[in-house]
């Protein structure tokens, strides 16, 4: 049965429960996807999103279960057409975008020998549309209809978190970075400290590594999963700006830099892995997008990594399939669901196993 616990009160915390969440290397029972339909927001692009959201899809499904969100019987049977040959299961749960990563609930897990007691817990926060950018109708719900959809125990934060600004290697480390967590427009009343010992509690992690800032143009205010990710326990990686004329070539230095000089929770020297940077990638207006290869989602059996027209897109695959070798490494296009603010990790949400 699923149990709401409110994190307002003096319950105990998921950690002290012995949850955490695992590195997204780990067994997944599920992705949860959201499929993109409003016309509103996506204009004449819509249907290029939909391409590229169906290829990756396609490309997730080769090695785990699908959960696709639908607003409305009218776009479930959009989606079930374009999406026949893929083995998926719809659920009718209203959002505003296809951003699972961030309006999806944060999925900890914990290890229990010889019982039958449910191993998986959802963690729910406030959501206040990426610092009051872009509040849609719906976001602010999915956690929670996702969480009792599952009847999972639920743990219910009062202060703002997206997923897309935590990185955790699943042995007490978590990245993330000061120009989201510590922007005053998350959560103006809490210190670093308490946001600290808040990620501390809810994800289950012992250490907390802060990156200063993150990509041009972000407007996630810097999300660690454009510009930092853990391949495997102490092993991080990151960019690297083939010249000054990436717009994010000194930024990608000083992230370098930073990673280099960070030890994990069991005190362990990080092991930094650079992969080229996509360079410069601008829109139909002639305006710069962050565009990052680390925003790659890592499957069962497969990892998917954004490609954007870029020279360095087969560059950057290869690279990163090296760290992944029981694992197929793909590049798909995402650069028209960048247009919308992200790539591929951004509008995926796996669920542990």
Known sequence: MSEDLNMDS???????????????????????LAFPSDRDLWLEDLEAAQAEFIALARAIAQS?????????????????????????????????????????????????EKSQENTTAALTFQWNGWGHKYMLEGDDLVAERIAKSLQ??????????????????????CLTTKQCLLNPNRNPEMSQAEIESGLKQALGVRKILWIESGLLNDHTDGHIDTIARFVAPSVVMCMQAAS?????????????????????ARDRPLTVVRIPSPGLVLDSDGEIMPASYLNFYIANGGVIVPTYDSPFDRQAVEAISAHFPNRTTVGLSAKTILLGGGAFHCITCHQPA
């Open 244 to 264: 000054t004329e990436d717009p994010n070539y000194q930024v990608l230095e000083d992230i370098a830099e930073q990673l280099s000089r960070f030890t994990d």
């Open 64 to 112: 785990e279960p699908i959960e696709i969100l639908v607003p409305n019987l009218e776009i479930e049977a959009i989606a079930k057409a374009a999406l026949k040959d893929i083995p998926v299961r719809f659920h009718l749960i209203p959002f505003g975008d296809i951003w699972m990563r961030d309006i999806s609930p944060i999925f900890t897990t914990k290890h229990q």
């Open 10 to 32: 003096d319950r105990p915390t998921p950690q002290a429960l012995g949850f955490c969440q695992p590195a997204e290397w780990e067994p997944h029972t599920a992705c949860w």
């Open 152 to 173: 999972i125990p639920t743990f219910q934060f009062p202060w703002v978190l997206e997923g897309g600004a935590v990185e955790v290697d699943g042995q007490g480390t």
